[in-house]
């Protein structure tokens, strides 16, 4: 069973740092390339950012363009959300996304993704 499992969600304070974690199983997701989503209360699902399959490519949404870093280690199938100043509109449930291709045409698409995780809260306090 393929699965995706977010963790490192939780409280943090504005202008501090949380790192997110994406594990996968039941197949290696290195091949493919991976994103992380976000949803807000009473907000759509929106895109954060995307990194290729060899992670030599990354894209962001531009509301966290230059605060989040997208990485993966693929030796551990795990891709990584580095939230550096996060602000009290980061808030929200954040969902890792496995895609089935290594390249996409664009990447904040969230019908070009086939796999989700259940998503892990933060909240960030002011």
């Known amino acids: 069973q393929v699965q995706l499992a977010e963790s490192g969600g939780g409280l943090v304070q504005a202008g501090d740092s949380l790192r997110l974690s994406c594990s996968g199983s039941?197949?290696?997701?290195?091949?493919?390339?991976m994103g992380w989503f976000r949803q807000a209360p009473g907000r759509e699902r929106e895109f954060v950012a995307a990194?290729?399959?060899?992670?030599?490519?990354?894209f962001y949404a531009d509301s966290v363009k230059g605060r989040f870093t997208i990485s993966r280690d693929s030796a551990k199938n795990t891709v990584f959300l580095q939230m550096n100043s996060p602000k009290r509109e980061d808030t929200a449930v954040y969902y890792c996304?496995?895609?089935?291709?290594?390249?996409?045409?664009?990447?904040?698409?969230?019908?070009?993704?086939?796999?989700w995780g259940q998503g892990t809260p933060v909240t960030v306090s002011s």
């Open positions: 990194i290729t399959s060899s992670g030599g490519s990354t």
């Open positions: 039941g197949r290696t997701f290195s091949p493919y390339a």
């Open positions: 996304a496995a895609s089935n291709s290594w390249r996409l045409p664009v990447y904040f698409r969230l019908t070009d993704y086939a796999y």
